[in-house]
């Protein structure tokens, strides 16, 4: 017996000694995963390294992390011990499924990693990930995370910078660099009142290259994107954060899916990567909406005179409308009894006949008229809610949900009872009063709160989120039946658009900016989702000083203004008097504007918004090139990238003394001295 036992004990102990080296091996054993120029590293705990393939790009962050993982009270399940990883190739992609497990004080889960690398996506891995029970112990889950990824960056070099399009109160900008200290939570639900809702993708980038990261579901998924920078450490970090809005008990046998995802490696910045991410859901089926050819005239909106406007005021003002050369007129808010009662107020007794005066008179200019337009909201004491209230947003306590900056109720995106109101509404202004397009605004109409109200019919609260762009499909399909060239802006006030409603509009617009720079920066993103769209600046009057068309016509926008003429509105507190001296600018700008279209060619990714100095924007138009310089004040070397190996005539084509210089394309450097901006025609 002595001897069985002693055997017995020695065959135990060889066992757990293979055990270990066994464990250490795996943990040792790393696996690659490539496409195109990006590479995925895995070791045997299911940590990842996501490089770039490239001499001359550093790696991203040294070792390996914990990159995907479930976040209990228990702890956190990060480490996997790896399995099993199978490769299957297909058609147009590989497909690799890693298996591994976590056993941590009685817990153990399954990670079930499915891998995708694209052929038409190099650079591009996508992911779903799920997490198995497989103990006896049932752990409470709190959030699960992908792609915890870190870029490290040098004691002295520039910052790392950042695309981050969520939606706050702030209306911050969409592209910072990450400094110490910074944290923002980038999270695509409501953040505040009336604000929420984004573009679910973020990016990080270097001088060198960076990566993005992103959800790639068919509809906007509750999720953060936070970015952040430890205010001692020299690295910026990111990720995809669902947290559940109660804890989940993970029982056995139960499986958690997280949503789908991509990581993607990139040079230069976020404009690669964001337009491969749009080319990748446009080839999963998200069509946008064809260019209107009437969405790229100049616009003039009648908010000069603010919400007490007359009719014979923007009446007045169109022979200066016409005469500037702008073919929009935008009857902004102000006309109607009340939000959600959307007929003539007191100030036009004859009604819907004074609109469709109003609208013909405006066509008689030979200009066009879009009509301004607050829908999905509702005030508390208009007739609309008196006579229905079914049609109400209603919170988990059954209360309705204020809209904070309209003082108004949410209605529901997705109520039968709304879809048929605002539709009706459409045939009103587009068919009964003449008007060529619309403009959707306010920042409540990029997101909503669940919805819970039983007359919507949902599966789940959330549901209402989801299916918000539902919403503005059927207006811009009304629109467009009615008249066929119709055009519909939709203006989210300030906010990163939600990705999911882009798709139903013809023209975006930089959306009340605070700065010039967010007007460059918003047209890049656009032009980066989209193949071509009519990127509207806004009003001229919302940008650096008020007056920055060059702004406006070099990075490829459709210029607008608010100016008044031959008066303000008494009532106003700011004016807007187009004053001779402004007079002779408007027409120098709209007239090179309207000359030059530049807002019709084709945007050039070649320069690094974040690192190369000046900022530059490149449209090309019927073979020449047209560059666009920003910065407070140059002296000195510019590099015009993008040229062939030419000669080349170089013309200041916003001058008025049209000055011509030759440059070689061999060798395309120029030696510049201004301020603000510099504007160049090249051929």
């Known amino acids: 017996k002595l001897f069985l036992y002693t055997r017995i004990m020695r065959i135990n102990y060889l066992y757990s000694i293979l055990y270990v080296l066994f464990f250490l091996t795996s943990c040792n054993e790393k696996k690659e995963i490539i496409n195109g120029n990006i590479s995925l590293k895995i070791d045997g705990r299911m940590h990842t390294n996501i490089s770039m393939i490239g001499d001359d790009v550093l790696p991203f962050y040294s070792d390996f992390v914990a990159s995907d993982y479930l976040v209990m009270r228990e702890g956190v399940a990060n480490d996997f011990t790896l399995k099993d990883m199978r490769k299957s190739k297909q058609v147009d992609k590989t497909i690799y499924e890693l298996t591994g497990i976590y056993q941590k004080n009685g817990i153990e889960i399954e990670k079930i990693v499915n891998i995708m690398a694209p052929d038409s996506f190099p650079g591009m891995l996508l992911f779903t990930i799920k997490y198995v029970n497989k103990g006896e112990k049932e752990p409470v889950v709190t959030a699960w995370v992908n792609h915890d990824l870190y870029m490290d960056r040098e004691e002295d070099s520039e910052p790392v910078w950042s695309l981050q399009c969520s939606s706050t109160s702030s209306r911050g900008d969409w592209v910072l660099?990450?400094?110490?200290?910074?944290?923002?939570?980038?999270?695509?639900?409501?953040?505040?009142?009336?604000?929420?809702?984004?573009?679910?993708?973020?990016?990080?980038?270097?001088?060198?290259g960076g990566f993005a990261i992103g959800v790639t579901d068919d509809v906007l998924r509750l999720v953060s994107f936070p970015v952040s920078r430890q205010k001692y450490e020299n690295k910026a970090n990111t990720k995809v954060l669902y947290e559940y809005s109660s804890p989940i008990d993970f029982k056995r046998n139960d499986t958690i899916s997280t949503y789908n995802t991509f990581v993607s490696v990139h040079t230069g910045?976020?404009?690669?990567?964001?337009?491969?991410?749009?080319?990748?859901?446009?080839?999963?089926g998200m069509e946008f909406a064809a260019p209107e050819e009437d969405a790229f005239d100049a616009v003039w909106?009648?908010?000069?005179?603010?919400?007490?406007?007359?009719?014979?005021?923007?009446?007045?003002?169109?022979?200066?409308?016409?005469?500037?050369?702008?073919?929009?007129?935008?009857?902004?808010?102000?006309?109607?009894?009340?939000?959600?009662?959307?007929?003539?107020?007191?100030?036009?007794?004859?009604?819907?006949?004074?609109?469709?005066a109003l609208v013909d008179l405006i066509h008689r200019h030979g200009l066009k008229a879009k009509l301004w337009w607050a829908p999905l909201a509702a005030d508390p004491n208009?007739?609309?809610?008196?006579?229905?209230?079914?049609?109400k947003l209603l919170t988990k306590e059954r209360l309705p949900c204020m809209i904070t900056w309209w003082n108004c109720f949410y209605l529901s995106p997705v109520n039968p009872y709304t879809e048929k109101y605002t539709n009706d509404l459409v045939e009103k202004?587009?068919?009964?009063?003449?008007?060529?397009?619309?403009?959707?605004?306010?920042?409540?109409?990029?997101?909503?709160?669940?919805?819970?109200?039983?007359?919507?019919?949902l599966d789940y609260p959330e549901q209402a989120i989801e299916q918000l762009p539902a919403f503005y499909k059927g207006i811009f399909e009304t629109a467009r039946k009615i008249n066929p060239n119709a055009v519909v802006q939709n203006c989210p006030c300030g906010t990163a658009m939600n990705f999911f409603n882009m798709p139903y509009m013809n023209q975006a617009v930089s959306s009340d900016p605070l700065s010039s720079w967010q007007i460059r920066l918003k047209g890049k993103v656009y032009r980066?989702?989209?193949?071509?769209?009519?990127?509207?600046?806004?009003?001229?009057?919302?940008?650096?000083?008020?007056n920055d068309f060059p702004t406006q016509i070099g990075v490829g926008a459709v210029v607008g203004s608010k100016f008044t003429y031959p008066r303000d509105n008494p009532e106003v507190k700011i004016s807007y008097l187009l004053t001779p001296e402004k007079e002779a600018w408007f027409k120098k700008w709209v007239g090179i504007y309207n000359d030059k279209m530049l807002s019709k060619g084709?945007?050039?990714?070649?320069?690094?918004?974040?690192?190369?100095?000046?900022?530059?924007?490149?449209?090309?138009?019927?073979?020449?090139?047209?560059?666009?310089?920003?910065?407070?004040?140059?002296?000195?070397?510019?590099?015009?990238?993008?040229?062939?190996?030419?000669?080349?005539?170089?013309?200041?084509?916003?001058?008025?003394s049209l000055k011509k210089y030759q440059v070689d394309g061999s060798d395309p450097v120029i030696n510049i001295s201004f301020k603000g901006s510099y504007l160049i025609e090249v051929y």
């Open 177 to 208: 660099p990450v400094t110490p200290g910074f944290y923002k939570k980038n999270y695509m639900g409501m953040n505040n009142s009336d604000y929420g809702g984004g573009i679910p993708v973020c990016d990080l980038w270097r001088k060198d």
């Open 269 to 284: 910045d976020f404009y690669n990567p964001l337009r491969q991410f749009s080319k990748y859901m446009q080839s999963k």
């Open 301 to 356: 909106c009648a908010w000069g005179y603010e919400r007490n406007f007359t009719m014979d005021e923007i009446k007045a003002t169109l022979p200066k409308v016409k005469e500037l050369g702008f073919k929009w007129v935008d009857v902004d808010d102000g006309f109607q009894v009340a939000i959600g009662d959307w007929d003539m107020n007191k100030r036009f007794p004859g009604g819907d006949k004074d609109m469709k």
């Open 382 to 391: 208009s007739q609309l809610l008196k006579e229905s209230s079914k049609m």
């Open 429 to 457: 202004f587009i068919g009964d009063w003449g008007f060529d397009g619309l403009k959707l605004d306010g920042q409540h109409l990029n997101c909503c709160p669940p919805d819970y109200n039983p007359r919507s019919g």
């Open 528 to 546: 980066a989702i989209f193949d071509k769209i009519a990127y509207y600046a806004d009003h001229v009057e919302l940008s650096d000083n008020g």
């Open 602 to 656: 084709e945007y050039l990714n070649l320069y690094d918004l974040g690192y190369d100095k000046p900022e530059t924007h490149v449209i090309e138009k019927e073979g020449k090139m047209y560059y666009a310089f920003y910065a407070d004040n140059w002296d000195g070397e510019i590099v015009l990238k993008g040229l062939e190996n030419k000669k080349y005539t170089v013309c200041e084509y916003t001058d008025d």
